[in-house]
């Protein structure tokens, strides 16, 4: 019951960060913190490590994405494309560390999909860091991981995190072609 709770409300500050971050709007840092602080508990109490790890690493994000977005004013921190051969190396970085999570928790841990879960956590880094920065490219990144993050969470059980993750994917269209109106074609 104690962890139903937990993940019901992780879910609700879950989507009022992501209702806010689409709106370009700071104070979704706030919420995206207080969903994933609730969601460190939750998801090592199902034995995904690696998503624990992940949304620790969203609260860190979080205090940055909102002292990033702080000092940024709306004139210099545009949303911008980066040509596909800048994010070939964040693939290939991503894949590396995908597999040596998926390494240290098959072989040390009873981890639950250790694959699957290695792949969410190392490529969700990737992709925040990407948001944080206002690169186009992260709601793809964003479509593939919650699509993925759809059958991880509904095969452990978490009902409403799978719930959370058809939503995430349905607004992460939403995201692209929201951003893609405001897109300003400049190198970084």
């Known amino acids: 019951m104690f962890l139903n709770v937990i993940e019901i409300f992780s879910v609700l500050f ?20 207080l969903s994933s602080a609730l969601s460190v508990y939750y998801f090592y109490a199902i034995n995904l490590y690696a998503e624990s790890i992940l949304y620790i690493f969203y609260i860190f994000i979080g205090f940055y994405g909102w002292w990033v977005w702080e000092r940024k004013n709306e004139e210099s921190f545009k949303i911008v494309k980066w040509q596909t051969s800048k994010h ?11 597999y040596l999570i998926y390494y240290i928790f098959k072989t040390y841990t009873n981890a639950a999909r250790p694959l699957v879960d290695s792949f969410t956590t190392s490529f969700g880094f990737i992709a925040s860091f990407l948001e944080l920065y206002k690169i186009f490219g992260t709601w793809i990144y964003w479509i593939i991981l919650n699509a993925t993050s759809i059958w991880l969470y509904y095969d452990r059980g978490a009902h409403f995190y799978a719930g959370l993750m058809v939503i995430y994917l349905g607004f992460s269209f939403y995201g692209f072609y929201s951003w893609r109106k405001k897109l300003v074609k400049v190198e970084r």
Do not use: D, Q, R, T
Not at 14 to 33: R, V
Not at 88 to 98: F, K, M, Q, T, V
């Open 88 to 98: 070939l190396p964040l693939i290939l970085a991503g894949g590396l560390l995908s």
């Open 14 to 33: 879950s989507l009022a960060f992501l209702f806010l971050l689409i709106k370009e709007n700071k104070w979704c840092w706030l919420f995206g913190i």
